[in-house]
Every structure is written in C-alpha cells, then in structure tokens.
C-alpha cells in the first residue's frame, strides 16, 4: 500500500505498481467473471476486463433490446458470452451485479438463486445492501460481498481506460467468506482499469455517493448554472453571452486548470480582478449552500433519498416521465445556446 498525504490525513491507496495487472490476471485466471446489466458501468468494465484479458461474460435481459443490441454490437455473442441474467449468473464466479439500483431489488430474487458457496456477489454502488430493509438485498452467508466503485460515469471509465489513465476507485468488503475477498476485490478493481483504489465500506460509499450526485456533481452544479444564467438574462445579457459566462468558460477551460493543478493554482493564473471577486464571494456561497447538503446528507442517511429512487425507478411509466423531464431541460433557452455554442467550437468547423 502506498500512504498519501490527503490535505494532512494520511491514507493508504493500492496503485498498480503494487497491485500490476498481471498480478491481478494471477488472482483471477480460474474465475469467469460475469457482468449481470449493460446499461451503464456494464459496458465499460465488461469490456476493460475483455481487453486485459480476464475471462468475462455477460448478462443481459433481452427484452431490453436497446442494451442487448449494444452488447452484441460491442462483440458480446449470444449463447457464447453473452446470456440472458438467470443463464449468466450461473455460470459465474464472481457476479458483478451491475443493473439498476431498483433493478437489483427487482432481481435479487433470480440472482440470489445462482449463488454458489464461494461465489463473489460484485456491487459498483453499496446502495442494495445498506439499504436492504427497503430493497430485500440479503447475500448468503457463504458467498465474498465485494465493492470497486469507480468515481466516474460508464463513459469516462471507458474512455479513460482507452487512453491509458484510468477513472480511480474506491473498494470495500463487506463479507468474507472464503478469505480471499480482498485479494479478489484488488484484482478486480486492477481488471476494470482503475487508476488507483482507496478503502471505503459499502456505508461510506452510498452516502458518500448519493450526496454527491445530488449535489456539486449533477444536481447543485444545474442548479447554480440555471441560477447564474437566469440573472444575467433577467438583466439584458444575450443567450450566447449568458451561457459562455456560465457554462462553457467553466467546462472549456477553468475546470480543466483545477483538475490539472488544484484550485488555489486556478486562482493564481486569473486576473486580479476575478480572484479578489471569488475569494470575497466564495464564504459567502459556502454559506447559502452548507444548510442545503447538511439537509441532503440527513436525507441520505434516513433512507429518505432510497425509497424515493426505488418508488420512481420502478414505476412503470417511469422512463416516459424521465425522457419528459431531460426534453424539457434540453429545450430550455439555457441548454439550446448550449447547443449553439458548442456547435461553433472549433473542432465542429466544416472543413
């Protein structure tokens, strides 16, 4: 393990120096790994796994034609590595249980009826078993439960895997049975291409998670963007100037300074004009917001933000309510200046 100083806490984290890929191949060359979902983490950890070469199947519902198609287009054959979930979760083991978070409540009972004593029932997301008063997700006791929770979308595990990084990861046990739990979750957070992995529990993980999807990730940073662009409208800026100031000069270049080099070298490399403002103002949205996520963590730990996932994921008109719900968004004045802004990129140009 390696120890890192985190902002003065010392952590230990497994790089793949420590933990290579052949070391990880080594762990795992007599398991067949089977990937149950290829919806959103399926299609890229299957396919990382596929390329390093592990032994990997996958499981998918065919009546979900959209995501099937994607997996035989992706090369996944039927009747060969890719299966209906009951036919695959059998032929596992170590079982990757990858489908939705209402989806895992919905099939637990078929999947827990493949488990095999030694198994490894495989989670990206500890929501199913910390939950599991609300969602029924109860693994035997003679099966390793494992976690490898890449911080990052389906995309960007693939594509970063692609171009040789990698998306880094967190990784818990939560049972194990055969004593091999860890060694088995290390290699298989090495197979699926992560960058480096730090210790969590399946707890720390969900609330960690469901925190900050609801928050700085997806639902505070539309929020504050729709907040800042309708200011500006409201007081005569044009589309295009409203959305450059909000979105595109945040995503297209200030953003990419903090990921290379931290906030504070972020903060030294704008104009004297835009650190005093930020600084000045920076407590001040510390302070409106910190109330908002104190409430959203509660949230979180009461199980409120579960069971109302669950009700919504796994109410039948439940993708038509989404696909309103994004229509609208996508045809706000705010995301079509997008649009058009985007397309004026330079690589869009016509050549």
């Not at 399926?42 to 796994?49: D, E, K, R, V, W």
């Not at 707890?203 to 639902?219: A, F, K, M, P």
Request: proline share 4%.
């Amino acid at each position: 393990m390696a120890k890192i100083n985190f902002g003065g806490t010392i952590e230990e984290v497994i790089t793949r120096e420590e933990f290579p890929l052949q070391k990880a191949r080594e762990v795992l060359k007599n398991e067949t790994i089977v990937v149950l979902g290829y919806g959103v983490q399926g299609p890229a950890q299957s396919l990382n796994m596929r390329d390093n070469g592990f032994q990997v199947i996958v499981g998918q519902s065919p009546k979900f034609k959209r995501e099937w198609d994607k997996a035989v287009k992706d090369g996944w054959v039927p009747g060969q590595t890719l299966f209906d979930i009951e036919e695959a979760a059998k032929k596992g083991t170590i079982i990757q249980y990858l489908v939705s978070d209402a989806g895992q409540k919905a099939m637990w009972p078929v999947v827990k009826g493949c488990l095999d004593p030694g198994d490894a029932l495989y989670f990206s997301h500890g929501f199913s078993v910390v939950y599991k008063e609300q969602t029924g997700v109860i693994p035997p006791k003679e099966v390793d439960v494992i976690l490898v929770a890449p911080k990052g979308s389906g995309a960007s595990v693939r594509a970063n895997y692609l171009a040789g990084s990698g998306i880094n990861a967190s990784y818990a046990v939560f049972q194990d049975a055969t004593g091999r739990a860890r060694e088995r979750t290390l290699a298989v957070g090495i197979a699926i291409g992560s960058g480096y992995l730090f210790p969590t529990t399946f707890e720390q993980e969900v609330y960690s998670d469901l925190t900050g999807e609801r928050g700085v990730l997806l639902g505070a940073l539309a929020g504050i963007m729709e907040a800042q662009y309708q200011v500006l409208r409201e007081h005569g800026h044009s589309p295009s100037e409203a959305f450059n100031e909000t979105v595109e000069e945040l995503t297209q270049s200030l953003i990419r300074l903090v990921a290379e080099n931290g906030m504070d070298w972020m903060y030294s490399n704008c104009s004297t004009t835009a650190q005093r403002g930020a600084l000045d103002w920076l407590p001040r949205f510390k302070a409106a917001t910190l109330p908002v996520f104190r409430k959203l963590y509660k949230s979180v730990l009461s199980g409120k933000e579960t069971a109302i996932v669950l009700k919504a994921n796994s109410a039948p008109d439940y993708q038509e309510k989404l696909s309103a719900e994004l229509k609208a968004m996508r045809e706000s004045e705010m995301w079509q200046a997008g649009a058009a802004v985007r397309s004026l990129r330079p690589e869009n140009w016509k050549r």
